[in-house]
């Protein structure tokens, strides 16, 4: 029994240093990837399309949990998330 058990960290170990071995290393710290990859404000602020399709999918799927003002007052959960 401890012979497999042993078998199976030396696999799993085996596995992970493939694993990292194989992933492509960068210089670059995920701060400063995250940074480039999203915009620091809403690039649909003022638009009232995007606005009016937003309340609309809000009411349709969100509203249960996270209340008709985002303040995690829901009708399905006594408190949901604060949005």
Not at 20 to 38: F, H, K, S
Not at 58 to 65: S, T
Request: hydrophobic fraction near 50%; proline fraction near 5%.
């Amino acid at each position: 029994m401890t012979q497999h058990l042993h078998f199976r960290w030396l696999l799993f170990f085996a596995a992970l240093l493939f694993i990292l071995a194989v992933l492509p290393a960068t210089n670059v710290p995920v701060t400063e990837a995250a940074v480039d990859i999203y915009p620091r404000s809403n690039p649909l602020s003022g638009d009232e399309i995007a606005i009016h399709e937003g309340a609309r999918l809000y009411f349709k799927w969100c509203v249960q949990c996270h209340g008709g003002k985002a303040d995690g007052k829901g009708v399905r959960f006594i408190v949901g998330a604060d949005l």
